[in-house]
């Protein structure tokens, strides 16, 4: 997966413009599969498509509704380097650190005012900071249904990779479940962190610092 990327930095970072750009590709066959199997694939598609033709509206059907809770809930501290002492301590507290940082220093007042994931992949559609050939290489491969979950294997060139895109049933509807890359993406700042020997302050800072502002 790393090779995908070409190193951490960029993994990282494509991780913060909607936590969509996830990196996967080749054709795969649809043969054999279940019909929750076929709805999980169709919702994929639909998304990729939305996404690769700058259909932001269309591609965020497709993104459970939590993913705005969690948006605003860092929205409201940013500015601030730590939780509120009476909040939980959050399970991924160097990714929290990231978003956060990037809204205060990236996002201007008037899209944080009224923040969604929606305005904000507007927003970057907007700017054509989004490339939409990270999309068009995508595709899924054998599904797995777990209740109202799902997981998928992921291909880029051809290649399968580590990740598992990770699905949520939301009433009749599949939807990536772009929370659950959450864990993934804490894991991946603490082993750049050990490698680079950097402070999760600094690598934060140097992250954010690569990013263009909306």
Known sequence: LMACFHGYDRL??????????????????????TNEQAQVTRAFESWKNAMINHQTDQAMAYIPRHVDDYLNALNSGAGNSAPAANAPPSPWPGVDLLLRT??????????????????????????????????????LGRVLI????????????????????????????????????????????????????????????QLVSKLPSL
Not at 16 to 31: E, Y
Not at 110 to 131: C, E, K, P, V
Not at 148 to 160: F, I, K, W
């Open 12 to 33: 990282l970072l494509a991780l913060i413009p909607g936590l969509l750009a996830i990196g996967a590709a080749s054709s795969c066959s649809r043969m054999g599969q």
């Open 102 to 139: 990037a809204l205060e220093k990236k996002v201007p007042a008037d899209l944080r005012s009224n923040l969604t994931l929606g305005a904000l992949m507007q927003r970057i559609a907007d700017r054509r900071l989004f490339n939409p050939r990270d999309v068009r290489e995508i595709a």
């Open 146 to 205: 777990n209740g109202n979950r799902a997981s998928a294997e992921v291909y880029y060139q051809g290649t399968l990779t580590a990740l598992r895109l990770p699905f949520l049933k939301e009433g009749d509807a599949w939807k990536i479940d772009v929370m659950a890359l959450l864990p993934y993406a804490e894991v991946l700042m603490r082993v750049d962190r050990a490698i680079k020997g950097e402070t999760q302050a600094q690598q934060v800072d």
